[in-house]
């Protein structure tokens, strides 16, 4: 074991920050295949973003086709093949390592606990898991996201307290993980997007996914302190993430497809989610008016902007027929009913 005084013991900086022993922190196999995942993920992201195309998969069969077709010289056809190859060898790391990866979930009840959460896949589940470790080791929630560094700054004099920037102390890929996650939560129908509706209006989408991302790691600590899942996750796409890490579930006959998430929990051999407090149901109806009037809502200039007030068209019932200009013009579609020409009634 590395000795206390190397690394400090407990280090505790802005509001408790808490830094576990070397020895606890790896997560021990689970963890061994995350980091070159996300070290080939962001190796392929770049080699997309090195090249720009009409297509919007560059290595697909269409792309490839476009590329073949560009009159490149000699040496630039060599840069291609190789940057064809380095993209086809990066894909098939890939593909075994997300193999490797369901395996592993596969035999463990917290990955898949954590993957009934909207947002976190496989992938974030088994980071988040390694980053934390012995959940036994942080004894409330906050000790947990200060971990993560997703705790204010704390600055206290007399009777005087500011609070200023996350401190961002702590493993950055975990946290890094926690935000993306947070990216994902944030456009779903969950309760917990509330939070980043109600902090996006005063402060941003920044602060907003940053807080976001901080309730989430308080919901982990407590689904892993009571191996609890998700109350409130959508049925289908959970099914579909538990059953890609549960490889014994076979098909389903005919009419036999869970329809409730006990169900989907019961397949997948997870504990049922207990029933929520009065207060509980109280704030998840709250949470999701906020959520249902904010997807609702225009978010951006652009979308408010394309909303303006636009006086309706009327269709003319007897409308003349399309001609040679509106044809050109793109007035008329593939169908009988679009090659009528909306004009104004007199």
Known sequence: SIPQSSIGGIHRSGSGSHMPRAAARGGGVVGSFRWPRILLTTGGSEIKASTHCPFVDLFGAAGRRWLKSLPFAEEEQMILATTLQLHDALQDRMESLEAALQQRASHRIDVKLLMTIPGVNVTVAIGLVAAIGDIQRFPTPGQLSSYFGLVTRVHQSADKCYHGHITKAGRSHARWLAIEAAQSLARSASPLAATYHRIRRK???????TALARKLIVLV???LIHTAPYRYAPVTRTRHKLRRVTPEIGPAGKGQVPRTLSAVYAE???PQPTLPTAGERRA???????????RRTPSSRRERMATVAAPPRRVAKNPPAATAASVTAGRCGKHESDNRIRTPLA
């Open 284 to 294: 998840k109806a709250r949470n999701l008016r906020t959520v249902t009037i904010a």
């Open 268 to 270: 997948a051999g997870l």
């Open 203 to 209: 402060k941003g989408h920044n602060v907003a996914v």
């Open 221 to 223: 600590w407590h689904m």
